[in-house]
């Protein structure tokens, strides 16, 4: 494990990434990046072994990220690294290519686990996780209407219901208002909502917001 990058807007959590890191592999050179304009030059420049990738940051989405480097090194491990419960995101990062899904809440002993495994080369995700996952292989039911929302009207929706108004969202991920007030209209006309209370109620009852 050779060069490793670690992407985050918090310098706090990058510096502690950075410390678990370089105790884990000795051998590590670990870069950082603020972004994804950051992470996505450097990913672009420097091969890199993996990446810890966090979801939540302002204009491009780890998501976001995530897409590209599927597409541009398919072969990249991605570790994505969240606040966000597992029941929020872990199964669309996976579905879109990420090795594995840590909340940071998460014990560093489970942190190592996870760099661990995905530095094998294999995917890593929780146990509850797995337990759910393998639940709903038997369960043979409708899409959720949330689940055919892009990834980032997705992240719009769990704003929304989390209480933000729409210059509070269009502040945090560099939007204009208008862009993000079309991404709620797309959302409530996908979903068949008529406003931001039962987007909220639908958001609660299925587990999105904390």
Do not use: W
């Not at 080369?121 to 759910?132: F, N, Q, T, W």
């Amino acid at each position: 494990m050779s060069n490793i990058l670690i992407v985050d807007d918090h310098a706090v959590v990058r510096a502690g990434l950075r410390q678990i890191i370089s105790g884990l592999f000795d051998a590590a050179d670990t870069d950082e990046a603020d972004g994804a304009v950051e992470a996505l030059t450097k990913i672009r420049k420097k091969k890199y072994s993996m990446v810890v990738l966090d979801i939540s940051m302002p204009g491009k989405s780890g998501l976001d990220v995530l897409k590209e480097i599927r597409n541009e090194q398919p072969k990249l491990p991605v570790l994505m690294l969240s606040m966000h419960p597992e029941d929020q995101y872990a199964v669309r990062a996976l579905r879109s290519g990420a090795s594995g899904y840590m909340t940071k809440d998460s014990a560093p002993e489970e942190l190592l686990t996870a760099l661990r495994t995905v530095a094998a080369g294999r995917k890593y995700i929780s146990s509850d996780l797995a337990e759910r996952l393998a639940f709903n292989l038997d369960v043979d039911m409708k899409k959720d209407p949330h689940e055919m929302l892009s990834d980032r009207e997705y992240q719009v929706l769990c704003m929304i219901a989390s209480g933000r108004t729409i210059s509070e969202i269009g502040d945090q991920l560099s939007l204009s208002v208008k862009t993000i007030s079309t991404y709620r209209g797309h959302i409530l006309e996908k979903m068949q909502l008529k406003n931001n209370a039962e987007l909220t109620n639908y958001a609660i009852r299925n587990n999105l917001v904390n």
